[in-house]
């Protein structure tokens, strides 16, 4: 009995690596009905260590894609790759995998990419921005509904907004987790500006978002954003607050 176990993990232990050395054109097509929904294009190498020209999961592309499969990983039931790629000419890294009986997951991902490409990306056409989001995420965990989990911290600066009006905010931060619904739940702050931020954000699994927000004068500001925030916002002890729903 002993020996047919040995034989069984021999087998077992060749067919494993002769699929991880095969080419990654090969085997990776057959794996997409338990990988994130991505379209790879221009494969190369093989499944242990390979690269794409082009990786895309609506609406974000890689380019330049490389992976390295992190043989420590499978020591816990985890089959997982490092993986390395450019985002909007940007360099951007994660690590990538799947539990042998759990879901998909993307983590550690670590990139920059302009601010205005992510209203883009969300197709939030009426505000335009400046500066650049950059990101350290822990988790980007996928549902079957539109809108993509994320627990982590980004930073937004210069943090500025050009369109409906003008308004300086130095620098956002933005630190997320995951609820129990799925919902990425967030504290945004800005420091560095006349306009002083304190922030909570929902975004919900189906798009819809609400953001209830508290903002401080701490010094000079145009008539313009006067206005605005006279506006839009309402005034108590000093503070105005702010309330926005819509959906993505």
């Not at 549902?143 to 409906?164: C, K, L, N, Q």
Request: a negative charge.
């Amino acid at each position: 009995m002993k020996l047919w176990h040995g034989v069984a993990l021999g087998l077992a232990a060749y067919a494993f690596f002769f699929v991880i050395n095969a080419p990654a054109a090969k085997v990776l097509p057959a794996l997409e009905p338990v990988l994130p929904p991505v379209q790879l294009q221009g494969i190369d190498g093989s499944v242990w260590s390979g690269s794409a020209m082009r990786a895309s999961t609506q609406p974000v592309q890689l380019d330049a894609v490389r992976w390295e499969l992190r043989p420590l990983a499978l020591l816990t039931g985890r089959f997982e790759f490092a993986l390395q790629g450019q985002l909007q000419d940007r360099p951007l890294q994660a690590r990538a995998g799947k539990a042998w009986f759990g879901r998909a997951y993307l983590a550690d991902v670590q990139g920059s990419v302009p601010a205005q490409d992510v209203l883009g990306w969300v197709q939030v056409r009426q505000v335009g921005v400046q500066g650049f989001l950059d990101f350290n995420l822990d988790e980007v965990r996928w549902t079957d509904a539109r809108i993509p989990a994320i627990e982590g911290v980004m930073s937004w600066s210069p943090a500025s907004i050009v369109t409906p009006v003008d308004l300086d905010f130095g620098t956002a931060r933005l630190e997320t987790q995951i609820g129990d619904n799925g919902a990425t739940l967030g504290k945004l702050t800005t420091s560095g500006s006349a306009l002083l931020v304190n922030a909570d954000v929902q975004v919900d699994p189906g798009g819809s978002y609400r953001l209830d927000a508290a903002i401080r004068q701490e010094g000079e500001i145009s008539d313009a954003v006067a206005n605005f925030l006279s506006t839009f916002a309402e005034y108590r002890d000093g503070v105005r607050y702010f309330e926005w729903s819509s959906t993505l």
